[in-house]
């Protein structure tokens, strides 16, 4: 069972840095997509970056310039530096996982795993 497993939230002070990091963890592949995505008291999810397996990246308008996306693709690791985070960043972070492959026969039949979520781990920006 493939799951994604985050780590690295908790309280930072504006201006300061954050990491946090997801990995995937069971039977994969390879993975098209990993990113992640966050969710503010009383607010829908939204996405804050992404990056495919070809190295496209997509940041969310809000984070640009601030955060940075990275994988590890053989390893199944997503990371997003989090620098000079405002207040407005304070959300519970979700890692995402889009087109899992389990195995190289899946690949080759195009057989995946739609989407997967991490449990999500809470920043919190304050001072």
């Known amino acids: 069972q493939v799951q994604l497993v985050e780590s690295g939230g908790g309280l930072v002070q504006p201006g300061g840095s954050l990491r946090l990091s997801c990995a995937a963890s069971?039977?994969?592949?390879?993975?098209?997509?990993m990113g992640w995505y966050r969710q503010a008291p009383g607010e829908r999810r939204e996405l804050v970056a992404t990056?495919?397996?070809?190295?496209?990246?997509n940041y969310a308008d809000s984070v640009k310039g601030r955060f940075t996306i990275s994988r590890d693709i053989a390893k199944h690791t997503v990371n997003l530096q989090m620098n000079s985070p405002e207040s407005e960043d304070t959300a519970v972070y979700y890692c995402?996982?889009?087109?899992?492959?389990?195995?190289?026969?899946?690949?080759?039949?195009?057989?995946?795993?739609?989407?997967?979520w991490g449990q999500g781990t809470l920043v919190t920006v304050s001072s």
């Open positions: 990056m495919t397996s070809d190295g496209n990246t």
């Open positions: 069971g039977r994969i592949f390879s993975i098209y997509a």
């Open positions: 995402n996982a889009q087109r899992i492959f389990v195995t190289y026969a899946d690949y080759v039949n195009s057989r995946y795993l739609v989407e997967l």
